[in-house]
C-alpha cells in the first residue's frame, strides 16, 4: 500500500497485537490480536468479518482507542492511537450492537450525556440532542428509561449517541445484531447514506455475509487474531478459487461432464439439476454448449451462479 497516499489511509495498522490476562495471578493469557495489518481507505465502507472471537472486537476497540495495543502501530486518520489518542477520539466514534447503557438513564439524558463528554453545552448541546433523537424517530421514546426499551430501540439510541460529535470515522461493531429483518434494512440503508451524504468512513464487523457484500467496499477476513484476506467481495471469490457454478439439466447426461476442460466439479442438486463449478463461465459456457450439440445432449435448463461469500467464509474459517 506504500503507493497509497498516507493522507487517503483513515487507517494504517502494521503488526498490531493485543494479549488479555486474566484469572488468577492473570496467568491465563488469551492472544486475541497475533499481528494484524489492515489499511482502509478515506470514504470507505469496510467490513471485517471472521468467527466467533477472531479478534473483531479488540480490533474497532484499539482503533478506537478504547483498548491499547501491547505492540505494533496503529494509525488512524494519521493520528497514533496510543500517542495522540485523546486528539482522535473527538474525530471518531463507535457503537455496538451489544449497547449498554445505565439501566435507569433516559433517552435523552444517554444522548446529552455523550454528548457532554465531547464538551457541548446548553444550546448547542439541546439542539445535537434533539435533531437526533428526532432523526433516529426517538420522539416518543426520550423520556423512556433504557431498561424499557426493545433490541432495536436500544441499537438505534446507540447510533444517536455515537454521531453525537459529527465523527469523520465511525466503528460500527454488529450494528443489525438480533434486529427484525426490516429495522436491518433500516439501519444498512442509514449506514449507506451517512457515507454518501457525508463522506464518513465506516468500519463495521458483521456476521451476516449479505450485509457485507451489499454494504462494504472492500472486505477484511480476521481469524485467530490475524487478517487471512482483504479485498473486495468480488476479489476475494476469484482469490479463493471458488469458482462459478453452472447448473444444468440435460438429457442424457453425458458421462465425461466432470472431465470436461475447466469443470473444477460436478454435483447432483436434486430434481435433475447438476451443479457443475467452473473456472471461468465465459469461456467454459460456451465449450459444453458446442460439445453437447456436437453429441445430441440436450440442454433442458441452464443457469449460472455467482459463488457466495459465505462460502469464502467457509474456507476460511476452515
Ligand atoms: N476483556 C477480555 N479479557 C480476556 N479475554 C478477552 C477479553 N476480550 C476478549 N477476549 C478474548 O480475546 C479473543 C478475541 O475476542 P473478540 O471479542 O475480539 O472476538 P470477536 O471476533 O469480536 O468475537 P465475536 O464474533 O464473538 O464478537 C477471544 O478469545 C476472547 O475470549
Ligand atoms: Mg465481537
Redesign the pocket.
Known amino acids: 500500500m506504500s503507493s497509497v497516499d498516507a493522507t487517503r489511509l483513515a487507517i494504517d495498522a502494521r503488526e498490531v497485537t ?1 494479549t ?3 484469572g488468577w495471578f492473570r496467568r ?1 493469557e ?1 492472544a ?2 497475533r499481528g494484524v495489518s489492515l489499511q482502509v481507505e478515506r470514504g470507505m465502507i469496510f467490513g471485517l468479518l ?12 484499539i482503533l478506537a482507542t478504547l483498548l491499547v495495543p501491547d505492540g505494533g502501530v496503529a494509525r488512524v486518520l494519521g493520528l497514533d492511537v496510543t500517542r495522540d489518542a485523546t486528539a482522535l477520539r473527538r474525530r471518531l466514534n463507535m457503537a455496538s450492537g451489544r449497547p449498554s447503557f445505565l439501566w435507569s438513564l433516559r433517552v435523552d439524558e444517554i444522548i446529552a450525556f455523550y454528548g457532554r463528554l465531547y464538551g457541548l453545552s446548553g444550546a448547542r448541546l439541546r439542539r445535537q440532542v434533539d435533531a437526533l433523537i428526532e432523526q433516529y424517530e426517538l420522539t416518543s421514546y426520550r423520556k423512556a428509561q433504557y431498561n424499557e426499551l426493545s433490541t432495536g430501540l436500544k441499537q438505534r439510541v446507540a447510533l444517536a449517541k455515537a454521531l453525537i460529535n459529527d465523527p469523520e470515522l465511525l466503528f460500527l ?2 450494528p443489525t445484531l438480533g434486529l427484525d429483518p426490516d429495522v436491518s434494512v433500516r439501519v444498512r440503508r442509514h449506514v449507506a447514506d451517512l457515507r454518501r451524504e457525508q463522506g464518513m468512513t465506516i468500519v463495521l ?1 458483521t ?1 451476516y455475509m449479505r450485509e457485507a457484500e451489499e454494504l462494504c467496499d472492500e472486505i477484511g477476513f ?1 481469524k485467530a ?1 490475524r487478517i487471512l484476506a482483504q479485498g473486495t467481495a468480488d476479489a476475494l471469490k476469484r482469490q479463493m478459487g471458488l469458482g462459478y457454478v453452472v447448473a444444468l439439466k440435460l438429457e442424457p447426461r453425458p458421462a465425461w461432464l466432470a472431465e470436461a476442460p475447466g469443470v473444477l466439479r460436478c454435483v447432483d442438486a436434486g430434481d435433475g439439476w447438476i451443479d457443475c463449478t467452473v473456472d471461468d463461465p465465459e469461456k467454459r459456457v460456451p465449450e459444453l454448449l458446442r460439445a453437447f450439440m456436437k453429441e445430441g445432449v440436450e440442454v433442458r435448463n441452464l443457469q449460472v451462479r455467482e459463488p457466495e461469500l459465505e462460502e469464502v467464509f467457509v474456507e476460511l474459517a476452515r
Not at 471472521?50 to 476497540?61: D, E, V
Open positions: 493485543k488479555f490476562r486474566s491465563r488469551t486475541a490480536l471472521g468467527p466467533n472471537g477472531a479478534g473483531k472486537t479488540t480490533l474497532l476497540s461493531d454488529e464487523t456476521h480476521i487474531g
